[in-house]
C-alpha cells in the first residue's frame, strides 16, 4: 500500500526536509579530524529540536542517537560514540531524520575529515552522481526500476558495488513506507511512478564487494572486504513536473 501524499502534506514534508538538511549540512561542517562521533550527533540532535522537530532515528527499533555515523568501511547504521574520535582522510556517512508535525525528512551524505585520499574522494563522488541520477529517473508515468538501474549503471561502471540488502523506501508519516527502493534494477520494471509518491533514495556504494556484515552491536554494517563504502539520501517527492527533492536546503 503506497501512500500518496496531498498537497498538504507535501507542504509539511518540505518543512521536515528542510530541517533535516539544515542539521545534516551543520554536522558536515563539523567533520574534521579530532571531532568524535558523539559531537556530530549532538550538532544533529540540536540542529532537529531547535526548530520543534523530533529526532526521527532517535529510539527507532532502540538506535540509541540522531544520527547514523559510520566511518570507513562502516556502510550504515554507525552508533555515535565519545571514544570515536575522526582521523585525517576519515570517510564520514552521516544519516538523519527529522520529524516535523507528523512527518519525517530522511537524508544522508559522505563527509571528509581533513583531505581524503584520491580513492576515496572518488567513491564519494560517484555515490553522490549516483543519487543524483537516480533522482533524475523518479518521474512520473516511469518505473520503480528505472530508479535503481540508473544508480547501478553510474557505480557499476566505475567498478563500484550496490548493497543489496538495504533499499531506499517509502517516506512520510513513517521513516520506512511502501515501496523499497533498490539501488539496482532493470529500467522499465516495477510499480509504476504515481505524483504524490514521495521516496527516500539511497544508494550504499562499495568500493569493493558488494557483501556486508553485521557488528556484534547489531547495529552497525559493514563491508564484508574491509573496502571503504560511501552513502548518500534525499527525500524527493514525484510530481507531475518532475522529481523535487525536499532535503536539499537552502543554498
Ligand atoms: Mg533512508
Known amino acids: 500500500m503506497i501512500a500518496l501524499k496531498t498537497a498538504r502534506e507535501l507542504a ?54 540522531a544520527a547514523c555515523i559510520s566511518v570507513n568501511d562502516e556502510i550504515i547504521h ?38 581524503l585520499s584520491p580513492e576515496a574522494r572518488r567513491l564519494s563522488d560517484t555515490t553522490r552522481e549516483s543519487l543524483f541520477q537516480g533522482i533524475g529517473a523518479a518521474v512520473a508515468g516511469g518505473k520503480l526500476g528505472d530508479i535503481g538501474a540508473a544508480v547501478q549503471r553510474h557505480c557499476e561502471a566505475q567498478g563500484y558495488s550496490l548493497v543489496r540488502e538495504y533499499t531506499g523506501h517509502g517516506v512520510g ?35 569493493g564487494r558488494m557483501e556486508i556484515r553485521t557488528m556484534p552491536d547489531k547495529w552497525t554494517i559493514k563491508t564484508r572486504d574491509g573496502k571503504l563504502s560511501a552513502h548518500f539520501e534525499h527525500t524527493v517527492a514525484i510530481t507531475p513536473d518532475g522529481p523535487v527533492i525536499l532535503t536539499m536546503g537552502e543554498s
Open 12 to 65: 509539511l514534508m518540505r518543512e521536515a526536509g528542510k530541517i533535516a538538511a539544515e542539521a545534516l549540512r551543520l554536522v558536515g561542517e563539523a567533520v574534521r579530524p579530532g571531532v568524535t562521533t558523539a559531537q556530530l550527533n549532538q550538532i544533529a540532535h540540536r540542529a532537529i529540536t531547535r526548530h520543534g522537530a523530533v529526532p526521527t532515528f532517535l529510539g527507532y527499533n532502540g538506535f540509541p542517537a
Open 78 to 115: 554507525g552508533i555515535p560514540s565519545a571514544r570515536r574520535v575522526l582521523r585525517e582522510g576519515d570517510l564520514v556517512s552521516v544519516d538523519l531524520g527529522a520529524t516535523y508535525q507528523g512527518y519525517v525528512g530522511d537524508t544522508a551524505a559522505s563527509f571528509a575529515a581533513g583531505v
Open 173 to 207: 508519516r513513517a521513516l520506512h513506507e511502501d515501496p523499497a527502493v533498490p539501488n539496482v534494477g532493470l529500467p522499465g520494471h516495477g510499480i509504476r511512478l504515481k505524483p504524490g509518491m514521495v521516496l527516500a533514495i539511497e544508494p550504499m556504494v562499495n568500493q
